[in-house]
């Protein structure tokens, strides 16, 4: 039995699971609708419909002008900081424009980690979703003659990466799930850094959440490329400790629940006391139909 038929989907199906799931705990637990989950999904998209045009049209081209004039020795190291930079800025600086001119009433440590979900989550549900569409399509070319609707010149490429499809550890196969449990905390933890910038008026935790960023993007790719996905994925889960350490510190010094709209305040009423009536048969004759 080939067990990669039921892991290759399943790791699609967990992914959405993972994307969706701590979104319906954030707001289950804390009890919060999903209106601000939405608006973090909105901030991944915005960043991505800015960040993939930037990396093609000006980051690609100066990583490799640059690396023309430097030892080969460092051309993985820059490219993996620059991409992980790139996706730094990107993410959180549109996070904090999210923060500061749409979502006004997020202030709060859970409303911010319910904006992290829904940015980290929606991420994870495109990844899902695009994981599964190649293993539909991957299923449908069985038994289908390549060189009838591929190419000549990728004809070979083709079959191969096929062929590794289908013959790789089922272990491996699930990986992209492992990798998204290990990279919600970042998102969990960048947007409360971001938050900070906005509860604390000091813009250098923006920084902050950038560099933390950076670096997990930059471990991820050097070390995929240098020793392995697995050690990259080591790498990222030790990170992700550093990364729920930053969630449950900031948890003390941000609110945990939203804050309830008071009451105005209003100036106590002084009741003028009724003035006490002799009885009299007059008085009681006067008041009788009042």
């Not at 973090?40 to 490799?64: E, K, R, T, W």
């Not at 004039?69 to 993985?76: D, F, I, K």
């Not at 948890?251 to 009299?280: D, G, M, N, Y």
């Amino acid at each position: 039995m080939n067990y990669l038929a039921i892991t290759h989907p399943l790791n699609g199906i967990l992914i959405l699971c993972i994307g969706i799931g701590v979104g319906i705990f954030i707001t289950h637990h804390y009890k919060m609708g999903w209106r601000i989950w939405w608006i973090g999904a909105f901030a991944f998209i915005i960043s991505q419909v800015l960040h993939i045009p930037f990396n093609s049209m000006y980051l690609n081209p100066f990583a490799a002008k640059l690396m023309d004039s430097l030892p080969e020795a460092w051309h993985l190291p820059l490219i993996s900081v620059l991409l992980g930079l790139s996706a730094g800025l990107f993410e959180e600086i549109t996070r904090y424009g999210v923060y500061r001119w749409w979502v006004k009433d997020a202030r709060t440590w859970s409303q911010g980690l319910l904006l992290g979900a829904g940015h980290g989550g929606f991420e994870a549900i495109v990844i899902g979703v695009l994981s599964l569409y190649t293993y539909a399509q991957i299923v449908a070319l069985r038994g289908v003659d390549l060189a009838t609707i591929v190419p000549v010149e990728q004809l070979t490429l083709a079959e191969q990466q096929i062929e590794m499809y289908w013959s790789m550890p089922w272990y491996d196969s699930l990986i992209g799930a492992l990798e998204r449990v290990l990279t919600l905390p970042l998102h969990l933890a960048a947007s409360l850094l971001v938050l900070q910038a906005i509860i604390r008026k000091r813009f250098y935790w923006v920084w902050l959440a950038i560099g933390l960023h950076t670096l997990v993007n930059a471990i991820g790719v050097y070390l995929s490329q240098t020793h392995g996905i697995y050690i990259a994925e080591f790498s990222i889960g030790i990170l992700a400790i550093l990364d729920l350490a930053i969630i449950f510190l900031l948890r003390r010094s941000t609110p945990i629940v939203p804050v309830q709209q008071s009451f105005i305040s209003q100036a106590p009423l002084h009741l003028k006391p009724i003035q006490e009536l002799p009885e009299t048969t007059e008085n009681l004759e006067q008041t009788r139909y009042q």
